[in-house]
């Protein structure tokens, strides 16, 4: 029998891959990620539990391949943002929102990121990279937003950007101890106190430090 077409095989893979991230997600939700076993994901994913290996390493780097998924929905953003003239602050608000509905889903993902960050150094290293991977994008959206006014310009726009970034992610941390309904609240209270401080001056700017 002749071999499927390298598109079939590659929608296959990819599915696999993606019932097997989904039901890590869904068990680390529900047990906790050490509770969690490879064969508990495969049997959830129905696949054989070594095919696990053959697309993640570990039960760790559904971690990071969590962290990769969030790092692509920014870059997808942020491409969309520079072929349209959407003011920032609307930009940055609704990027919040699209970046934390993954989490919202899972709490304990959440809080099992943090875990990994600070017991392993495999996913510590790679959530290293993405972070400033991130930084790096978001650094780039506040600098648009300084160029067109609506951002201050007399701090750095890195600078700025980690400003938003600890924001929305030390609000999502908060709130993945209680894990209920309320995330959406607290992530507008908070942009709505950091959209103060972003705003621009009202005094002349001479733009910002060199």
């Not at 608000?93 to 993954?102: A, D, I, Q, Y």
């Not at 609000?171 to 309320?182: E, H, Q, R, Y």
């Not at 995330?183 to 001056?201: C, E, F, K, S, Y």
């Amino acid at each position: 029998m002749p071999s499927p077409p390298a598109d079939r095989r590659q929608r296959r893979s990819a599915d696999i891959r993606e019932r097997l991230f989904r039901a890590a997600l869904k068990l680390f939700s529900e047990k906790g990620i050490e509770d969690t076993t490879v064969e508990d994901i495969t049997n959830a994913a129905d696949v054989g539990k070594g095919t696990f290996f053959n697309y993640f390493p570990s039960k760790d780097h559904i971690l990071i391949a969590f962290s990769e998924m969030q790092l692509s929905k920014l870059h997808a953003a942020v491409e969309t943002l520079r072929e349209h003239s959407q003011p920032i602050p609307d930009f940055l608000n609704g990027l919040s929102v699209r970046m934390t509905e993954e989490p919202a889903k899972a709490p304990d993902v959440v809080r099992a990121i943090l875990q990994a960050y600070l017991s392993t150094s495999t996913v510590r290293s790679a959530m290293r990279e993405n972070q400033a991977r991130a930084h790096g994008l978001l650094t780039q959206v506040v600098q648009l937003g300084q160029d067109r006014g609506d951002i201050r310009r007399d701090l750095p726009a890195g600078e700025l950007a980690h400003v938003f970034r600890q924001t929305v992610f030390g609000t999502l941390l908060i709130w993945s101890l209680f894990g209920d309904a309320t995330l959406p609240d607290r992530i507008r209270t908070a942009l709505n106190v950091v959209w103060q401080g972003l705003a621009p001056r009202s005094i002349s700017e001479a733009g910002p430090p060199g």
